[in-house]
């Protein structure tokens, strides 16, 4: 059977042993289905241009620029994109621009236990480089991807660190961040969904279950991405790990902001697998 969709892992925090690839505390996966070819967010720099340079990928044909939220670790690398488009147009012309897919509050200021956290491109600065898009509901890019949009909060036990975290409105104004901006995406594929998540801040159990109302699909047949387990409470590994095991996942290939503890008891509730930079995935 030929894949519906491909993925590549341009930055991860974790890298092949056997590969000469480099990791940063980031992520960007780079998404290729029906003749689209899709980026999905830039890591913390520009480190997913030399890892993909390395692996003989071309990143000046991009279709859509799509971002899972606006944390610099997923948002770092946007200008030095915008500067390696630039560089490939012929002198006078204009460098051909992906479609930027976000949420409206992604370019928001943020900030975390008072340190700086959100994107250091504003949203203006956003739209002079790219062709954008702010969507808070779902954005179909092809017939079986989707960009999910804002997330309803349905699990009690998917509340986040909000009390740690602040952004600021466009009027100027500070109040607590609640990650409306936190999203992912979803792919049909024949065996189910392909969940594809940045950071999870809105719960991977939220996303989940929103991907399946968008979609028509209650099959799930994997996730891939960060899923913000970095010190989760055993109350919440657990009641994650058993919404997981219900879902009777083929793969969840949990990755960037998801601790060694919190990947080992998920691992035994569902079937999980290792992600590095450079591995491909295809669906």
């Known amino acids: 059977m030929n894949p519906r969709l491909t993925l590549t892992v341009l930055v991860d925090n974790t890298t092949l042993t056997d590969q000469?690839?480099?990791?940063?505390?980031?992520?960007s996966f780079l998404i290729e289905t029906a003749g689209k070819k899709c980026l999905f967010d830039t890591g913390l720099s520009g480190l997913f241009l030399t890892n993909a340079e390395k692996m003989?990928?071309?990143?000046?044909?991009?279709?859509?620029?799509?971002?899972?939220?606006?944390?610099?670790?997923?948002?770092?690398?946007?200008?030095?994109?915008?500067?390696?488009?630039?560089?490939?147009?012929?002198?006078?012309s204009s460098p051909r621009v992906p479609h930027l897919i976000a949420h409206p509050r992604c370019f928001w200021p943020k900030e975390k236990d008072g340190e700086?956290?959100?994107?250091?491109?504003?949203?203006?600065?956003?739209?002079?480089?790219?062709?954008?898009?702010?969507?808070?509901?779902?954005?179909?890019?092809?017939?079986?991807?989707?960009?999910?949009?804002?997330?309803?909060?349905?699990?009690a036990f998917e509340q986040g660190d909000l009390a740690m975290r602040k952004i600021q409105n466009p009027d100027g104004t500070i109040e607590p961040d609640n990650l409306a901006d936190d999203t992912a995406l979803a792919f049909r594929s024949e065996e189910g969904l392909v969940i594809i998540t940045g950071c999870s801040h809105a719960g991977i159990c939220n996303i989940t279950e929103y991907?399946?109302?968008v979609c028509g699909e209650r099959r799930v047949a994997d996730i891939i991405g960060g899923l913000h387990l970095i010190s989760p409470t055993p109350k919440q590994l657990a009641k994650t790990g058993k919404y997981l095991n219900r879902l009777h996942l083929n793969a969840l290939h949990a990755c960037h902001c998801t601790s060694p503890p919190g990947k080992l008891a998920l691992a035994s509730y569902c079937p999980m697998q290792g992600v590095g930079v450079g591995m491909k995935f295809a669906w």
């Open 56 to 92: 003989g990928i071309n990143l000046r044909d991009l279709d859509f620029l799509i971002l899972s939220h606006g944390h610099i670790d997923h948002t770092g690398g946007l200008l030095p994109l915008a500067r390696h488009l630039a560089s490939a147009a012929p002198e006078g």
């Open 211 to 213: 991907a399946r109302e």
């Open 116 to 155: 700086k956290n959100g994107s250091t491109v504003s949203e203006v600065v956003a739209r002079q480089q790219f062709l954008a898009s702010l969507s808070a509901k779902p954005f179909w890019i092809t017939d079986d991807l989707v960009f999910l949009g804002e997330i309803p909060r349905r699990f």
């Open 20 to 27: 000469n690839y480099f990791s940063e505390a980031g992520l």
